[in-house]
């Protein structure tokens, strides 16, 4: 049976396979997990051949299809086969691997990386299952299409969605290299054996290289379920491995989006309203248009409040280079009504959200009673904590190319996290049918979500239409400091009560923080369960009696997900509050956490639907067995209770669960004159399965620093509805002189792997101010520390 | 608009650019040569470095019409095969993350380690505190300079 397929390699800028041509006999389908199903899909060599230029010369290629469910299978299967495209969506391939005749690999990454390691991650994955030569697997970054299954690189996901599906690409192709030799000889396939690039037949002493096998293995049938490989035969998985980026990048090669090179471009940049949903009353650009090298000064529709991924709109100053273009807009005369959003004050609007934190809010988890257990407690303990408003602050700025062609179509490239939304917003804001967009993906120079946020890349898109040229557009370190989509600042309250022994019997929690929401949807009061699931409702402590609200609080700024999201400040008061706990009761803060942390148990029942981070419950339980295995392994590297500390020295620990991952910090502090050192810091992770051991170090050392930095320095204020801080003078990141001692130790596991970009990050600011507690006696209610 | 000849890499180039337009900018959008990093504009994050006849200098703060004729020197000519000691430890120890800010750190740190061949971890943080990174490699900068530090010929 053959059939046209409707799935397309890779859209504009290079060839489309539209119309490929696939055998359905050739499919498979293996069960992956409880929730999806993988499919592996052999795609026709000759079509490949002559239609792809990604792949050219690969005469073996496979796609691996992800993302349905085990019951919608058929149907998706039924709707895919015939011609046409009405089943195009249903599919989702999450990965290419092509072999060509020399023995090449290549594996399209449809990830992004921006420092996490991806691009270092998916080839050890493959290559491990396919018995390929990890030096001769290529990576190719994808373009943002649908078919490439979810690419929005957020979540810590790409290793806890794609291991799986990786793996049986390799292992499919594995099985059929096998095969494809074992024909060849005439032998049974039991008796070959794959390794490191080669096919062997032991008993007749023959070998056979993988690019020789390519032909052949493409008509070999593809398997079901391809067995993994035992784990104690793993090569590259769980390994050491040098970044696949590195030698470009110490070379200066590596291409970001600010590298981009376009024939013929122009550079652009934008001054922007100072508030959000601001008026553009008039302007001059007479001044600007004198600056040698400015050549146009074009203007863009400011967003509204409700701005999702609208580009903010202003000015743009189009140019010869980005200088002439950051003079232009120096010399703009610019008058504009500030809107309603001039009123909003970070001062008073912390009052207000400390005043919604102090009053009940809607209820979204209790357990027990917990006003009858305040009412027979024998003490309680109150605390208020805020965290202000934070910024990314990615190295390189929100920057996009784009060129809006004469066809009417429009080709970017674009340092984002989420290719598939920059694509469809660009399609929104040129008023284009999206397969008339490619975008491509840069190296992003950091992220951190807020190259989620598509604006940017929009943005590039209208001012490339509005001048009929390429236009490279390039944010001000200014501008993407103070028109970022910020973390969102909040109040929080906590009670506790004891009892005679000081044992904690009910807990009072109320979190209020504008929604990231409110940029989507209108009269947004309170925050999404999503948030509340981040570090709030999934508060692990034994305690009989819980009740946890949420209080209202509006956006008058875009807010937007930053690394770990509403963890960074759920984790700190929690934790932060825990060690007063242990203080007021006059216990080891330690020996308090783990009481509190109680019997090792499953937590599934906090969520009867789905774990709060798309996680296999089933195969990995929310587990506090898991908790207090990293804060045991944390607390004992550092010496807790053993160490001998100086005067002003103390230990503080914290613990915390996030995108399927454990992690605790134990920092050592001294305090002297007000003044905070931290010494050393121990951090302990149980991600599960490791894939990448060394980018699961680099990712706990760099949320040792970003966490430090914002427990150090971190604060965004608005006055007048301005942001107050531009740069790195007045929004300092930390500086290699303030980094501690580090050690990280990572939990050995068999589980299946959780994320690793964030969940670092959450607890380092509490095991910070626990540790100031522990010194000075003095609890840290707020963000940044700022000790009188 | 007036012409400067300027030296980069070994290679003369004459560029008709405004005088006060920094040499950062020249080199990127000018020369295309985009090793070089924009980072903040204001001399505080380092991303920018180059050398000026052997001396790390932030080019985001240098005038073109300053440059004079020093011998400009970018990541992609600190060598031509990127064996430069720093570059070969920044791979080994695998320093980057996203790798925005490293082109920086390696030009700062190549310039002060000729004169000063054997860093202690304190003379290490006192002359890279100017550059910033994100991403947090920190640790690893310091071990890469360090191991480096051993090959790097004064």
Redesign the interface.
């Given at each position: 049976m053959r059939k046209n397929g409707p799935f397309i390699l890779q859209r504009a800028g290079i060839d489309p396979v539209s119309g490929e041509q696939y055998d359905a006999s050739d499919q498979s389908f293996a069960g992956s997990g409880r929730e999806s199903y993988t499919a592996v899909l052999k795609y026709s060599r000759r079509k490949f051949l002559r239609n792809s230029a990604l792949f050219a010369g690969s005469a073996f290629v496979l796609g691996v299809f992800t993302g349905c469910r085990k019951e919608e299978l058929p149907a998706v299967v039924e709707k895919a086969l015939p011609t046409g495209t009405a089943g195009e969506a249903a599919f989702h391939p999450n990965v290419y691997i092509a072999l060509n005749e020399s023995g090449d690999v290549f594996v399209i990454n449809p990830r992004s990386e921006m420092g996490q390691g991806v691009r270092s991650s998916v080839p050890p994955a493959i290559a491990d299952e396919m018995e390929a030569d990890l030096d001769r697997v290529h990576v190719i970054q994808a373009d943002g299409d649908a078919q490439y299954g979810n690419q929005n690189t957020d979540g810590s996901t790409s290793m806890r969605n794609l291991f799986d599906q990786w793996r049986t690409a390799g292992a499919t192709a594995r099985v059929m290299l096998v095969s494809a030799a074992a024909a060849n000889w005439g032998v049974p396939p039991e008796e070959c054996e794959a390794e490191n690039h080669e096919v062997h037949h032991r008993a007749s002493g023959r070998t056979v290289g993988y690019g020789e096998l390519a032909s052949l293995a493409a008509d070999q049938p593809v398997p079901e379920a391809p067995a993994f490989k035992p784990r104690a035969k793993w090569r590259y998985i769980g390994k050491e491995i040098r970044g696949t980026d590195n030698r470009d990048i110490v070379q200066g090669k590596a291409i970001y989006g600010l590298d981009v090179k376009v024939p013929g471009m122009l550079f652009a940049s934008v001054e922007h309203c100072p508030t959000i949903a601001g008026r553009l009353v008039s302007y001059d650009a007479t001044a600007a248009l004198a600056v040698p090298g400015v050549r146009q000064v074009v203007e863009i529709p400011v967003a509204p409040m409700l701005t999702g991924f609208a580009p903010l709109g202003g000015l743009a100053v189009v140019a010869d280079n980005t200088w002439a273009a950051f003079k232009g807009r120096e010399k703009l005369v610019v008058e504009w009504d500030l809107g309603a959003n001039a009123a909003y004050d970070s001062a008073s609007y912390r009052a207000g959200l400390e005043a919604s934190a102090a009053a009940p809010g809607i209820e979204a988890r209790n357990v027990g009673d917990v006003e009858a257990a305040f009412a027979s407690a024998a003490t309680t303990l109150e605390a208020a904590y805020y965290v202000p408003m934070l910024a990314h602050a990615p190295m390189e700025v929100p920057n996009a190319t784009a060129w809006v062609k004469d066809d009417g179509s429009c080709e970017c490239w674009a340092p984002t996290q989420d290719p598939q939304t920059a694509r469809a917003t660009v399609a929104q804001f040129l008023d284009m049918d999206e397969s008339n967009v490619t975008v491509h993906v840069t190296l992003l120079g950091g992220a951190f979500g807020r190259k989620s946020k598509a604006d940017f890349v929009a943005e590039a898109a209208v001012i490339s239409k509005a001048v009929g040229a390429p236009v490279k557009l390039t944010w001000k370190r200014e501008d993407c400091i103070r028109f970022d989509y910020f973390h969102s600042p909040s109040a929080q309250y906590l009670k506790a009560g004891f009892d005679a022994d000081g044992k904690a019997v009910s807990w009072l929690h109320r979190t209020a923080f504008p929604s990231i929401q409110s940029i989507f949807a209108p009269g947004v009061t309170h925050a999404m369960r999503a948030e509340l699931n981040l570090g709030f409702l999934t508060v692990p402590y034994d305690i009989p009696n819980m009740l946890c609200e949420n209080g209202a609080a509006e956006a008058h700024v875009r807010i937007g997900w930053m690394r770990s999201v509403s963890n960074i400040h759920h984790a700190f008061a929690v934790n932060a509050f825990a060690g007063e706990m242990a203080h007021a009761v006059g216990r080891d803060q330690l020996e308090y956490l783990f009481e509190l942390l109680g019997p090792d148990r499953s937590l599934n029942h906090f969520f009867p639907e789905s774990g709060p981070y798309g996680e296999n419950l089933e195969k990995a339980p929310y587990h506090t067995g898991r908790l207090r295995g990293v804060l045991r392994r944390a607390a004992g590297e550092a010496g807790w209770g053993k160490v001998r500390l100086g005067p002003g020295e103390a230990l503080g620990a914290a613990v915390h669960y996030s995108f399927g991952s454990y992690v605790a910090w134990v920092l050592r502090v001294a305090v002297e004159d007000g003044q905070v050192r931290v010494l050393r810091a121990d951090g302990a992770i149980d991600c599960g399965t490791i894939v990448n051991v060394d980018r699961v170090r680099a990712q706990m050392e760099g949320n040792l620093v970003f966490g430090l930095t914002l427990t150090f320095n971190g604060d965004i204020t608005v006055k007048n509805g301005s942001v107050e801080q531009s740069n790195f003078h007045d929004y300092p990141l930390l500086r290699i002189n303030e980094v501690p001692e580090t050690h990280v130790h990572l939990i050995e596991s068999e589980m299946i792997p959780g994320g690793v970009g964030e969940p670092g990050l959450p607890p380092v600011a509490p095991a910070l101010t626990n540790a100031i507690l522990a010194a000075t006696g003095k609890p840290v209610r707020e963000l940044p520390i700022r000790l009188a | 608009?007036a012409n400067f000849t300027l030296t980069v890499n070994g290679v003369e180039h004459v560029v008709d650019?405004?005088p006060g337009?920094?040499l950062l900018?020249v080199l990127?959008?000018?020369l295309?040569?985009?090793?070089?990093?924009?980072?903040?504009?204001?001399g505080?994050?380092g991303?920018c470095t180059v050398m000026l006849d052997g001396a790390a200098t932030r080019s985001c703060q240098t005038p073109v019409s300053a440059v004079g004729e020093a011998a400009v020197t970018?990541?992609?000519g600190?060598?031509e095969s990127?064996d430069h000691p720093?570059?070969i430890f920044?791979?080994e120890r695998?320093v980057?993350?996203?790798?925005?800010?490293?082109?920086g750190q390696?030009m700062n740190a190549a310039a002060w380690l000729r004169d000063n061949p054997n860093p202690t971890d304190e003379d290490?943080?006192?002359l890279?505190?100017g550059?910033?990174?994100?991403?947090?490699?920190?640790?690893?900068?310091?071990e890469a300079i360090k191991s480096a530090a051993k090959f790097v010929e004064g």
């Open positions: - | 608009m650019v405004v337009m920094p900018w990127r959008d000018v295309g040569l985009t090793g070089t990093k924009y980072g903040c504009g204001i505080q994050c991303s970018t990541i992609e600190l060598t990127g720093l570059q920044w791979d695998d980057s993350q996203c790798g925005f800010c490293q082109a390696i290490i943080d006192r890279q505190a550059n910033l990174c994100r991403c947090g490699t920190y640790l690893r900068i310091r």
